[in-house]
């Protein structure tokens, strides 16, 4: 199924006409993004780790901001909602064991193969379990295909790949072409199992179609990693996760007698079935844990004639704390990311508090944990302060290029909703046009704080100027994108240097997404999703008036 987006400008004439709600800003400016960012991103602040001293200090900072505004505090009373987090230390000093008919295959964890567990157990083991490759792991019945259909993988390990039969075909009508669907995200597949009864799933790595090298997934048996403390992880069937290089799974199916691409080629098909390999997993994983909590921080301004409904605005506060050092540099002060885009939440608020008082509420929602798998977003979703169905749509900023003025509004998951048409009505304003993400294949829409929302119905704009900055042109700025992604991403150079960094192109977009939100929040309609969307559900339409 193709996307509607090949035909944007018709279905500009779709959207319902109705007042055109568009008004100026008059309190936002560049002076007030620069404060912001300058005291977010300063070395003091120490790169914002959750749970940390640093990491409260900016929470606490974020708190008086919201206050000077004139924001209500979203939470009963305060500005802060607690979010219960407990840091998994995996031990991965046993070995993975596979045994099949030709011997005993014995992998150091973090090697060939990578497998940690989400279970707050000392120790979670899989004796003789038998291994199954589904493929892609998908069940979704909007594109017909259930790669479940033929086999009961319960208390069984599933051997999947990563990425969706989109990208591995490059067919643009196989689910989203190259672009990645939410069943391609690795995320996405552990969920699966989980639903499916799975006791392990074992993801197959791919540099093109992961969209990293295989040392990423391969520190996970080790590395510490946070999730929510609420969540009833004892509970779950998936017990062990991880990941598995391509030519260990080459040879664990050679193995088995199955040739790797052979199989990619039948995967992509509908005739494929799975394939139960002679081989059986063995290990042992410990896990020991320590719990701590951070914060959410949230205001809200309330609405005239539908408080009860809320426009969202979200830019995590979290980053990376301190680490390893380069240059002698161990502070991660994520300018970029994601300080930028938290000026961006207060420049609109403090826009929204000075103008005429919209008919819907407005929720500016700063989360933690971002940077650990979207906890702090998941949290929120689960205890919200306006309910999901009630929450009209949103808008979150992440990773802010601070180049200046750009001429394009990149939207990372067009095609996913009528929020498009919106921005586009708004960007046209500003003499600006909408281009898609320029690696729609890496899944960014499903890697910062839309998903949780996203996945409970509520449809987001992931948009900024990006991929063309006016004076340098588009071919530069995808240069300094590229450079970006390769050497300042999650290091301790993203940094905020007020005499080289222009924020008028930030500015710019606090102003474009003012405007969006301004007239969502003064409609009576809600943003539907399109039909073709993973996360399509129908909207509440009609709210009679
Ligand atoms: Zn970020």
């Given at each position: 199924m193709k996307h509607f987006f090949y035909s944007l400008p018709l279905l500009l004439l779709l959207v319902s006409?109705?007042?055109?709600?568009?008004?100026?800003?008059?309190?936002?400016?560049?002076?007030?993004?620069?404060?912001?960012?300058?005291?977010?991103?300063?070395?003091?602040?120490?790169?914002?780790?959750?749970?940390?001293?640093?990491?409260?200090?900016?929470?606490?900072?974020?708190?008086?901001?919201?206050?000077?505004?004139?924001?209500?505090?979203?939470?009963?009373?305060?500005?802060?909602?607690?979010?219960?987090?407990?840091?998994?230390?995996?031990d991965?000093?046993?070995?993975?064991?596979?045994?099949?008919?030709?011997?005993?295959?014995?992998?150091?964890?973090?090697?060939?193969?990578?497998?940690?567990?989400?279970?707050?157990?000392?120790?979670?083991?899989?004796?003789?379990?038998?291994?199954?490759?589904?493929?892609?792991?998908?069940?979704?019945?909007?594109?017909?295909?259930?790669?479940?259909e033929k086999i009961d993988v319960k208390g069984k390990t599933i051997m999947v790949l990563v990425n969706d039969p989109g990208f591995f075909t490059?067919?643009?009508?196989?689910?989203?072409?190259?672009?990645?669907?939410?069943?391609?995200?690795w995320t996405y597949k552990f969920e699966e199992a989980e639903r499916q009864g799975a006791a392990g799933c074992i993801i197959v790595h791919e540099d093109m179609a992961s969209g990293y090298p295989w040392a990423v997934p391969s520190r996970h048996s080790r590395d510490p990693e946070y999730y929510l403390q609420n969540e009833a992880r004892s509970e779950k069937q998936c017990k062990v996760l991880g990941w598995i290089s391509l030519s260990a799974a080459r040879d664990l199916l050679a193995r088995s007698g199955y040739d790797y691409d052979?199989?990619?080629?039948?995967?992509?098909?509908?005739?494929?079935?799975?394939?139960?390999?002679?081989?059986?997993?063995?290990?042992r994983l410990r896990n020991s844990w320590e719990t701590c909590t951070s914060h959410n921080v949230a205001g809200v301004l309330r609405g005239s004639t539908a408080p009860d409904e809320a426009v969202v605005y979200v830019a995590h506060w979290d980053?990376?704390?301190?680490?390893?050092?380069?240059?002698?540099?161990?502070?991660?002060?994520?300018?970029?990311?994601?300080?930028?885009?938290?000026?961006?939440?207060?420049?609109?608020?403090?826009?929204?508090?000075?103008?005429?008082?919209?008919?819907?509420?407005?929720?500016?929602?700063?989360?933690?944990?971002?940077?650990?798998?979207?906890?702090?977003?998941?949290?929120?979703?689960?205890?919200?302060?306006f309910p999901m169905e009630k929450t009209v749509a949103g808008f979150n900023s992440d990773v802010i290029l601070m180049l200046g003025r750009f001429e394009d509004v990149t939207v990372t998951g067009l095609g996913h909703s009528e929020l498009d048409q919106y921005l586009e009505k708004e960007a046209l304003k500003q003499g600006r046009y909408i281009s898609n993400d320029p690696n729609p294949e890496n899944g960014m829409f499903f890697r910062s704080d839309q998903l949780p929302f996203m996945k409970k119905g509520v449809p987001f704009l992931f948009a900024k100027g990006y991929t063309h900055q006016r004076e340098l042109g588009k071919e530069a700025t995808l240069q300094i994108i590229a450079d970006y992604w390769k050497n300042v991403y999650h290091k301790p150079c993203d940094e905020f240097v007020p005499e080289?960094?222009?924020?008028?192109?930030?500015?710019?977009?606090?102003?474009?997404?003012?405007?969006?939100?301004?007239?969502?929040?003064?409609?009576?309609?809600?943003?539907?999703?399109?039909?073709?969307?993973?996360?399509?559900?129908?909207?509440?339409?009609?709210?009679?008036?």
């Open positions: 006409c109705g007042n055109d709600n568009s008004i100026n800003t008059k309190k936002m400016n560049l002076a007030m993004l620069a404060t912001d960012l300058a005291i977010l991103a300063a070395d003091d602040m120490e790169g914002r780790a959750p749970c940390t001293a640093s990491g409260e200090r900016a929470v606490r900072y974020l708190q008086s901001r919201m206050e000077e505004i004139g924001l209500e505090p979203a939470f009963g009373g305060s500005y802060l909602q607690e979010v219960p987090l407990v840091k998994i230390l995996p991965p000093s046993e070995p993975v064991v596979i045994k099949d008919r030709k011997g005993v295959l014995r992998y150091t964890n973090g090697t060939e193969i990578s497998l940690w567990s989400p279970i707050l157990s000392p120790e979670i083991s899989l004796t003789n379990n038998e291994i199954v490759f589904v493929g892609f792991g998908i069940d979704a019945p909007e594109h017909n295909w259930n790669d479940f490059q067919d643009s009508t196989l689910f989203n072409g190259t672009t990645m669907t939410y069943y391609g995200r052979s199989l990619k080629e039948t995967v992509v098909t509908l005739d494929f079935t799975p394939v139960q390999l002679q081989a059986k997993l063995n290990v980053h990376l704390g301190i680490g390893r050092p380069v240059d002698g540099d161990s502070i991660y002060n994520g300018a970029s990311d994601n300080a930028a885009a938290m000026a961006w939440v207060l420049a609109i608020a403090e826009e929204f508090k000075v103008q005429p008082q919209t008919e819907r509420s407005l929720l500016f929602f700063i989360p933690t944990a971002e940077e650990s798998s979207l906890l702090g977003s998941y949290h929120y979703v689960e205890n919200p302060v080289h960094d222009k924020l008028e192109g930030l500015l710019e977009d606090a102003q474009l997404f003012f405007s969006v939100g301004y007239r969502i929040a003064n409609e009576q309609t809600y943003p539907q999703w399109h039909k073709t969307s993973e996360f399509y559900q129908e909207r509440c339409v009609d709210r009679v008036l």
